[in-house]
């Protein structure tokens, strides 16, 4: 249902998806509103995850960014992927899960419909970039260990 609805993202930006043979090590790339994405990637939810990255080059990236021994492009991949964290993993869908009583990072992963290991890089980033806790809605989010506690007045 994810990748159906960023499909759907992408063609109303007029963004062209394609899943073709690719490199192995390559899982998906953008250029110049297209987007395509190795066909080999073996489940739905990877390849919703792949999709949001490239979604986040469409709207964050400019330019040739392939060289990431160059800073400029480092940091332009890394505002695609909070795009594609912001989108797929916001903090308050962490906080609706856990009124959803999903007791764990597998259900959690499942809840949200992305890959496990798309789930802790953002966690990861969001612990970069708020520290050890946030506070949403009326509730902390501690990234390490995932967890969300409802504050009281």
Partial sequence: MLYEN???EAAKHDVD???KPMSPG???LYADSI???NHT???VTEKACILAEELGHYHTSVGNIIDLGDIRSRKQELRARDWAYNRLVPLSKIVQAHHAHVSDRHELA?????TEEFLQAAVDRYREKYGTYTIVDGHI???D????AEIFD
């Fill in 145 to 148: 260990p995932l967890a969300v």
């Fill in 35 to 37: 987007i395509w994405i």
């Fill in 41 to 43: 990637v073996p489940t």
């Fill in 110 to 114: 499942e809840y949200l419909d992305v």
């Fill in 6 to 8: 960023l499909l759907r």
């Fill in 17 to 19: 998806i394609y899943e």
């Fill in 26 to 28: 390559v899982k998906g």
């Fill in 141 to 143: 989010i501690y990234f």
